[in-house]
């Protein structure tokens, strides 16, 4: 699994006025919880999942990519000249997720997904 594409995520400034509009304009309806309010989880969609939420930045747009070792990963692409947006931290269902910057500046989310028993 490792390479693949298997989120992607789009944070506005506003999180009800971004979901509204990729609502609006793809259809599609969203799943929240308790622990993230202003993250909605896209529902009911082919293809690769994602969400849209808010962020006090705002313009935050990423796709990301499996990796096996999400340190190592890291390591490698500052080493390649990317920059560390969010540094390695796990997230509510135990996947782990880094954020960085490629030479260009683009968002690129980095995922190793939590072991299973």
Do not use: H
Not at 16 to 28: C, E, M, R
Not at 82 to 108: E, F, H, K, T, W
Request: proline share 6%; hydrophobic share 45%; aromatic share 10%.
């Amino acid at each position: 699994m490792a390479g693949q594409i298997v989120w992607f995520e789009v944070m506005g400034k506003d999180a009800k006025a971004s979901q509204a509009f990729y609502g609006k304009l793809f259809g599609w309806q969203y799943a929240t919880s308790e622990a993230m309010p202003d993250y909605g989880v896209v529902r009911d969609v082919d293809g690769v999942p994602g969400g849209v939420g808010g962020s006090p930045q705002g313009g935050w747009s990423c796709f990301y990519v499996s990796v096996d070792d999400l340190d190592g990963s890291v390591e490698q692409a500052v080493g390649l000249g990317a920059q560390v947006r969010l540094p390695p931290m796990q997230i509510p269902n135990g996947d782990r997720i880094a954020v960085v910057s490629d030479p260009d500046g683009l968002a690129i989310g980095l995922v190793q997904v939590a072991a299973t028993a």
